[in-house]
């Protein structure tokens, strides 16, 4: 059944749509300049001087259009109101659905929004790769009793010989008067949690991963503390090379000038 208040808006909207024309024509302005500005499609702008309600989305958006358009051009005495209808369904029953979808299409994601949702990927997934890399973790407490690692198998050997190696006695070197300082380094063949004591300073305490190389100096003493002591390649003033102690044995080992 054809809609009356279609073809009333119908023929309304032609008249407009040439007045549109018509001004916008003696003024010398173009489509594309409409639609720069307004950003509306150049296909609605030339659906609306064609009166093409066809092409159009609903009345209700038809209003906004215009008068968006018709601001643009200098004409804000033109407008386009929908005649009153008992039916508030009966408009947008007679448009084909398809419209209003063009209609919303024109408002979709552009390049802009599409690149700045890019980036922002970018620096997320950057962040994210950023935590997997692997660092030292300093960790301010007690040495644990017994290695984070499992010792490696050893020969078997007496409970009371097993006793005496469990307790980590300082070893002391002495260097001769001829030195003024005392620089000690470490080489880490296993991942160790390690303590190092400058001068009665505590200059380092925690966990270092496996390969990591350290040197620590004192004008009189420095006292390495290891929890794995398999795992620490030590040397004394860039001389002595030498494993701290036994795999998975806590030692303390203390260098200082005579």
Request: with cysteine; charged share 20%; net charge neutral.
């Amino acid at each position: 059944m054809t809609n009356p208040n279609s073809t009333t808006d119908q023929q309304k909207l032609q008249d407009i749509g040439a007045n549109l024309n018509r001004i916008r024509v003696a003024k010398n302005i173009s489509l594309d300049a409409v639609a720069n500005k307004t950003h509306i499609s150049k296909r609605l702008l030339e659906a609306i001087e064609a009166g093409d309600l066809q092409e159009l989305p609903e009345p209700f958006y038809i209003q906004a259009l215009v008068a968006k358009f018709a601001r643009e051009i200098g004409a804000n005495e033109i407008m386009f109101q929908v005649e009153p209808q008992s039916d508030p369904n009966t408009v947008s029953s007679s448009l084909p659905q398809k419209n209003s979808r063009k209609y919303w299409l024109n408002f979709q994601l552009r390049s802009l929004h599409l690149y700045l949702l890019y980036i922002l990927l970018v620096i997320v997934s950057a962040r994210g790769i950023t935590t997997l890399v692997e660092r030292p973790v300093i960790i301010n407490q007690t040495p644990p009793e017994s290695p984070a690692l499992a010792p490696k198998a050893e020969p078997k050997q007496s409970d009371a010989t097993a006793e005496v190696r469990s307790q980590a006695t300082p070893q002391f070197v002495s260097q001769s008067n001829n030195s003024e300082a005392v620089s000690v380094g470490i080489n880490l063949q296993e991942r160790c949690w390690l303590k190092v004591m400058v001068d009665g300073t505590v200059a380092f305490e925690g966990i270092l991963p496996e390969g990591t190389q350290r040197q620590w100096t004192g004008k009189e003493q420095v006292t390495i503390r290891a929890g794995n002591a398999g795992g620490v390649v030590i040397s004394f003033n860039n001389e002595q090379q030498k494993i701290l102690g036994a795999p998975g044995q806590v030692e303390e080992i203390t260098y200082r000038i005579n």
